[in-house]
């Protein structure tokens, strides 16, 4: 981001530098946040879904809306000022571009989740899908709200009426992700033909700069040595999975030399 | 798949893989090897459920934002895995998408980080998953999806089949010296020289053929079927093995199918009476379970009622009769007989003569009439032993108003005709030729422009022929439709089985032992004479016996009924 090197000290520049790098950096926060969502809302309806994961999607979800409400306000304010210099105008509407697209992402998202979590309730456990994963979203959720550790409160107890008090706001959620979109495309006119980006075709690879990935890559180390677990897990899959296909194998020639 | 034959073990094994090959094609599950081919395979490779997130049961809009960033993260990964479509696909979105670009990098990279934050094997579980989501909704180039459906539909999942190329290259190979344009056309092509010599040569219904349209006979059978003068050839060839209900019960479900819908019921009816019905005068030997469907589908006749029975006797032609056929004499000697004309070598000043030598061609009216003028030429060609109808759709009849051969009618006259058997001289495959040759007039004169199959004395047959044919000339005179005639020509048979043997003297003007060949020629020449030069056996004896035949033809028309219509039966009008 190219900051304006104005002796003058003109204040409004300054301040809306300041605004820049303020709004990039909340958008970005968006920007994980919504990933993240993404990755627990994959979640959903499979073996690994529970009440904890559902909590999870709620705390992410609070935490992008409380986000994009800030953003919104933000970068509408600035927009709105006509009297912005042309950088930064443009800096400022490829944030909105960003920030928009988030938004649609985490909208979608929204309305997946609250659509897969009304057909697989939790009531039954038995009609989740078995997609083969193992661990729950716990570590991704603590990287959208950005703690350490997720410090969970004993598990909810399942009720009827949690369940539909969750839909209810879901509900409201996306309704008012639904008027924020509106209202950002009203308010702001943002020709996006005109908007050109910085960044490079192809994304870099992981680059050493992100302090969360540097722990990654200490976690990565380690990863042979639990190697071995998951590999026998791996094996025990295996061989249920062979041990069913006999099963079926057999009955269908059951079924082939009795029809 | 061992999940699908759990799942239900009650369908059918083939239903189960059907059923399996659609859910993986749709994206519900997905395979673990070979996660590019959607099919569901008979071995025991495994398939994994896809997390509900990625169904298409809500049909959520695929979007290329999302593309894009799956695209961007593989790249993350590992530098240059994408394969060519995804580059493709990857540097399109990246020009149309570009306002985004940033935005799609950054999302890219923290969905990379975020799963990072993922146990490994989850992680490796994930990543699967979304693979196979764009793999079923961004398929790469030349899949095959089991979602596909209609006549194009690939079913067969092996990879020949599938990607079609043997067929294609088959038939390109086979064709290929036959296409005018591709290869040589001989004598010349009419579209590059202005000569028509090639579709003089090749009209359909062309006493020698040439070369090439026989070699083409040999490719298949719809293709043999497909050509007039093929057909032509191998009705003789059926005619002479005593076959030839088969072809002919062919012909008229494809009458039925193509006709016009006004007259369908009655062809249907038809149909039915001549070659289905038991005692039936020309029986098709099609199994029991064909027939019943047919039968009962004739309630309510449509269109395609007969397809199964069709079908079935297609296949029999093919598998039997096709092959018997290539080997035949009557093939044989075609091939010898054919023709193959000289490669013409014009001149550019021969060229431009022809050039301006160029005439419109027929007017579809008179080829029309010419098709017409063949048929009846080809009626009276036709084989004495079998009495098979000729394939000109009759406008308002049935067509199949082939006497016809009559099985072992020899039985007691209450008996219905079971089985057909070749070796039996009909004693109802009479018509003398005269006869015939007036029939063909008769029904000409009709305006149905249709040879009539005469039928015709059999090789061996000394039977009563001139008396049938006098009956069905009687017949035809009061102007009875031929369905009558059938009616009645069925019991007239037994009549005649019973009374044969006082006809012995009076079947005086042909050779009945003369062999086909030269009868053919025989009954060529009497096409032209007129009716009343017939040369008639003493007609007033058969008067009493026309009068009785047609009394007991009156009895005998409830012979057969079809099972549909009342017990009070509309002599054959349909």
């Known amino acids: 981001m190219p900051l304006v090197n104005n002796k003058v000290g003109d204040d409004c520049t300054v301040g809306t530098d300041k605004a820049l790098v303020d709004g990039k950096a909340q958008v970005d926060s968006l920007i994980k946040v919504v990933a993240c969502y993404r990755h627990l809302a994959s979640y959903v309806g499979g073996c690994t879904d529970s009440l904890q994961l559902r909590d999870e999607l709620r705390q992410t979800r609070e935490k992008a809306l409380t986000l994009a409400v800030s953003i919104c306000n933000h970068l509408t304010s600035h927009l709105r000022n006509k009297s912005l210099p042309e950088g930064q105008r443009k800096e400022m509407e490829l944030l909105w571009v960003a920030f928009s697209s988030s938004l649609e992402l985490l909208h979608v998202d929204m309305c997946k989740v609250f659509n897969i979590s009304d057909i697989f309730s939790l009531a039954n456990t038995d009609a989740l899908v078995q997609t083969g994963l193992q661990g729950g979203g716990s570590e991704v959720a603590a990287r959208a709200l950005s703690l350490p550790d997720l410090n969970l409160a004993p598990n909810p107890t399942l009720s009827a009426g949690l369940e539909s008090q969750e839909r209810s706001t879901m509900e409201q959620e996306i309704s008012q992700m639904d008027h924020m979109i509106d209202d950002m495309e009203m308010k702001v006119n943002v020709m996006r033909w005109m908007v050109e980006p910085h960044g490079p075709q192809y994304a870099e690879v992981l680059s050493s700069s992100d302090s969360a990935s540097l722990a990654l890559l200490s976690v990565d180390e380690e990863q042979p040595g639990h190697q071995p677990p998951c590999q026998r897990s791996h094996i025990h899959v295996l061989l249920l999975l062979f041990a069913v296909v006999l099963v079926a194998a057999t009955l269908s020639v059951c079924i082939i030399f009795f029809t | ?574």
């Open chain 2, 1 to 574: 798949m061992s999940l699908i034959t759990v799942l239900s073990p009650m369908t059918s094994h083939f239903q189960a893989r059907s059923f399996g090959s659609m859910l993986v094609a749709l994206g519900y599950i997905y395979p673990l090897q070979d996660h590019k081919r959607l099919v569901i395979k008979p071995d025991a490779s495994l398939y994994r459920f896809q997390t509900p997130y990625f169904w298409p049961t809500q049909q959520w809009p695929v979007e290329d934002t999302d593309y894009a960033i799956y695209l961007a993260k593989r790249n993350i990964r590992k530098k240059g895995i994408l394969e060519l479509h995804e580059q493709e696909h990857y540097n399109r979105l990246h020009k149309w998408m570009n306002h985004k670009w940033d935005f799609i990098v950054m999302q890219a990279k923290e969905q990379y980080r975020a799963a990072k934050e993922r146990k490994k094997p989850d992680r490796v579980v994930f990543d699967c998953q979304e693979r196979a989501y764009w793999v079923v909704h961004r398929p790469p180039p030349g899949t095959v999806s089991a979602m596909d459906y209609g006549l194009d539909r690939l079913i067969d999942p092996n990879a020949d089949e599938v990607t079609g190329e043997s067929l294609l290259v088959k038939y390109c190979a086979t064709y290929n010296s036959h296409d005018p344009f591709l290869s040589k056309c001989l004598p010349s092509n009419p579209w590059l020289t202005d000569d028509v010599t090639y579709w003089t040569l090749n009209m359909p219904y062309v006493e020698m053929p040439t070369k090439m349209r026989v070699e083409r006979w040999t490719f298949s059978f719809a293709e043999l079927l497909s050509d007039p003068r093929g057909r032509n050839d191998f009705r003789l060839f059926l005619k002479k093995e005593f076959s030839g209900e088969n072809l002919a019960f062919w012909e008229s479900c494809e009458d039925l199918k193509w006709g016009e819908a006004a007259t369908m019921s009655e062809k249907a009816e038809h149909i039915y009476k001549t070659f289905l019905a038991r005692g039936a005068p020309r029986w098709i030997n099609i199994d029991g379970k064909t027939m019943e469907i047919t039968v009962k589908g004739l309630k309510h006749p449509h269109r395609y009622v007969l397809d199964a029975a069709q079908t079935h006797i297609y296949m029999l032609m093919k598998k039997d009769s096709y092959g018997r056929y290539q080997k035949s004499p009557v093939f044989k000697e075609t091939v010898k007989k054919a023709i193959c004309p000289e490669e013409h070598h014009f001149t550019d000043a021969q060229l431009e003569q022809n050039a301006k030598k160029r005439r419109p061609s027929l007017s579809p009216i008179i080829l029309r009439q010419m098709e017409q003028e063949q048929r009846a030429k080809m009626a009276a060609t036709v084989d004495i032993t079998q009495l098979c109808r000729f394939t000109t759709p009759v406008p308002h009849l049935a067509v199949y108003s082939g006497i016809t051969d009559f099985p072992s009618a020899n039985a007691s006259p209450s008996l219905p005709f079971l089985a057909h058997s070749p070796a039996c001289p009909s004693p109802i495959s009479v018509a003398l030729d005269s006869t015939s040759a007036s029939e063909r007039r008769v029904e000409a004169g009709e305006g149905e422009g249709e040879g009539n199959p005469a039928a015709q004395a059999a090789a061996g047959g000394n039977v009563s022929k001139s008396r049938m044919a006098l009956s069905l000339h009687r017949l035809l005179k009061r102007g009875c439709t031929p369905a009558t005639m059938f009616a009645s020509l069925s019991p007239k048979c037994h009549s005649a089985a019973g009374t044969s043997s006082r006809i012995q003297p009076i079947s005086p003007d042909q050779p009945s032992q003369a062999p086909p060949r030269r009868i053919g020629n025989f009954f060529q020449i009497k096409v032209d004479i007129p009716p009343e030069c017939r040369i008639y056996p003493i007609e007033s004896e058969d008067e009493d016996e026309e009068n009785r035949a047609a009394s007991r033809g009156g009895v005998g028309a409830k012979e057969i009924i079809c099972p549909w219509e009342s017990l009070t039966p509309q002599n054959g009008t349909g």
